[in-house]
């Protein structure tokens, strides 16, 4: 019920206790008022502990919240550059809009598709609609037209009562899903909610630069969707400028067994990000000496301090080796102690792009104890605002016309639960 945005009635329905009787005749299904007021608070309490614990056992936490307009937000960003160039295609895009619509009101018109492609040795595949606020909902409906190509128009054919789309129109939509694919590739990367993704942002903004430029130089591009390049590479620089600049981005890149140096742009840019990360784990090494010292230097009331005052002898056939030794001992700072373990770290070979970082980290943590520490603090950082956003939408599934009689409390608990089981 919390998981599923299962209605608490669910135990009340006829065909969901068939079901339960099918899967095991012995047992008893629960009352909805046993849900209520037993266990559904009995897992809250629960699982209220086990994320307690999880929190006390933490280092670091990273928190996220949705600013509505955060400039920081990179999926924000795509999606600001993706919108720029509709503008150039918009006829195009109001014709397919039409025809799909169409086929979303009609039944027989869908049934129509449906056989087309069956007849067509197709895949049979529903057409997607638009919508205003996501731009790669038009990637998607541009795409899916694509897909069945050949049944649609055949299907608008016989049809008859709307506009036909020409092979211009496809082309316009093959060119426009080419330029458009790497960005719903990189947003499906930075909302991921399960692995690390704030160390990816550097890689795939240069990625996204990069394949602007190239389309840019492709010949016989139609005219609209040249247009629409250059749009959007103006505002893609301007949205991107810097980013290789923030610090949180750039020291996540560099301590990333995945990217290391190959993620930056530019030598310049990974030499600030070197001294940034040499001055982080400086200052780790520092702390931890200060800790150390003062763990040291507690007394007791009871504790006694002996000291010998025996001077050891020292004989003048040591005096050249002393003396040599002094020459090329080499003093130890904490910089020089960071320098050596990230220069250590650096030279270890890149991990497979596919691998999770935090295992090779969990792994590494005694050989490279101080950049682990840094790591704590910057791996773990979402890279956008996307899960509060998921959290606006599980709202939204869990308050339904179902379940509209839901007290705060108990939308509050099934909120938790959802998110913490």
Sequence with gaps: ??????????VKNKEFKIFVSLLNPSYSLPSRKTIT???LPQLLENTREKVKRSLDNASYIAMSTDGWTSVNNETHSINLIAQCGLEEIKEIHKKVKKIVEHFKRSSQAAAKLKNTQIQMNYPVLKLKQDVITRWNSTYDMFNRCLETKDPLVSTLAMIGKTEMLTASDFNLMDYYCKLFKPFKEVTIELSSEKGVSISKVIVLTNALLSHIKTMRTEKNLPLE?????LKMGNKAKNRFAGMEDNYTFAEATLIDPRFKKKGFSSETYY???YQNVVGKISSIIKRKKQSINQEENIVTDNEQITMSTEKKETFDIWKEFDSQVKEVTTVRTDTSDAIVELDKFLNEPL??????????????KRIYPNIYHLM?????????SVPCERTFSKA???QTDRRNRLSIKNMETLMFLNGNL
């Design 271 to 273: 030499i600030r990000s």
């Design 37 to 39: 007021y037993n266990i």
């Design 225 to 229: 969707i040249y247009s629409m390049i």
């Design 376 to 384: 704590l603090q910057r791996l773990g950082v979402p890279s956008t």
């Design 351 to 364: 991990i497979p792009r596919e691998s999770d970082p935090l295992v090779w980290w969990k792994e590494m």
């Design 396 to 398: 939204g599934y869990t």
């Design 1 to 10: 019920m919390a998981k599923e945005y299962q209605p608490f009635s669910l």
